[in-house]
């Protein structure tokens, strides 16, 4: 790609916004979907994480964890990002938040699968995804961003039972409310695996999909994630 190309965007998104008005997804700034501030403060800065197998905490000096690198916390713009992006079908901004979920997975391949698996043997899962949020929604949104990401998802588990929306639960209810949902849809002995979630906030979805994954025989690597929630998962250290 020549010098020009960053001058032709530019000029691009000048004349589609005469044509069709956008604002900013986080500011509400007109003419870019995404300003270029905002835009900065978007920009990864990968932590790691240590979530707790077994228990309802995240980080314990008393158990085992698995590793999860987060690009950074969940607040300022991005928090209104990833609302836009999920609830109000602001899909052209994927690729900004696309660019976050690639940072995480290459950070946890070098720091903690370096050397213990090659990146085209690793399954990278996904959690299921509910019926009603498809139908919401229209499209899965981490399909979306590990297709901008060119990161190639692996379906391995289906829910069992239901779950009750996560939002305003803590941290021992959200655990409750996902323990024994998730079953993998085959045997996975000695596979290696990386979690991809949007977000973590107690640890409980990422837990439980570790669970049934072991349960199956798969060896997970640790997790990929866009944000945590920096109230509720204090990070160990910065990449």
């Known amino acids: 790609m020549d010098a020009r190309s960053p001058r032709l965007s530019t000029w691009l998104q000048d004349a589609l916004a005469l044509v069709l008005p956008v604002s900013c997804v986080a500011c509400g700034e007109p003419d870019r979907?995404?300003?270029?501030?905002?835009?900065?403060?978007?920009?990864?800065?990968?932590?790691?994480?240590?979530?707790a197998v077994e228990t309802s905490t995240l980080l314990t000096s008393n158990g085992p964890t698995f590793t999860v690198a987060s690009a950074g916390p969940y607040t300022g713009p991005l928090v209104e990002a990833v609302h836009a992006f999920k609830e109000e079908h602001r899909t052209g901004i994927a690729r900004d938040l696309a660019f976050r979920l690639r940072a995480s997975v290459d950070h946890l391949m070098t720091s903690v699968a370096n050397g213990t698996?090659?990146?085209?043997?690793?399954?990278?899962?996904?959690?299921?995804?509910?019926?009603a949020n498809f139908q919401a929604r229209g499209f899965e949104p981490l399909e979306l961003l590990a297709r901008h990401a060119k990161i190639p998802l692996s379906r391995?588990?289906?829910?069992?039972?239901?779950?009750v929306d996560q939002t305003g639960l803590g941290v021992s209810e959200r655990d409750d409310n996902v323990r024994g949902s998730l079953i993998a849809r085959r045997p996975l002995s000695r596979a290696s695996v990386i979690l991809i979630d949007d977000l973590v906030t107690t640890g409980a979805t990422l837990r439980e999909m570790n669970r049934a994954l072991c349960a199956a025989g798969?060896?997970?690597?640790?997790?990929?994630?866009?944000?945590?929630?920096?109230r509720r998962v204090p990070s160990r250290h910065k990449a």
């Open 33 to 51: 979907r995404l300003c270029a501030a905002c835009r900065a403060q978007l920009e990864p800065e990968v932590c790691l994480l240590g979530v």
């Open 218 to 230: 798969a060896r997970v690597l640790g997790a990929a994630t866009l944000a945590h929630t920096p």
């Open 117 to 131: 698996a090659s990146a085209r043997d690793i399954l990278f899962v996904v959690p299921p995804s509910s019926r």
């Open 156 to 163: 391995e588990l289906r829910a069992v039972r239901a779950r």
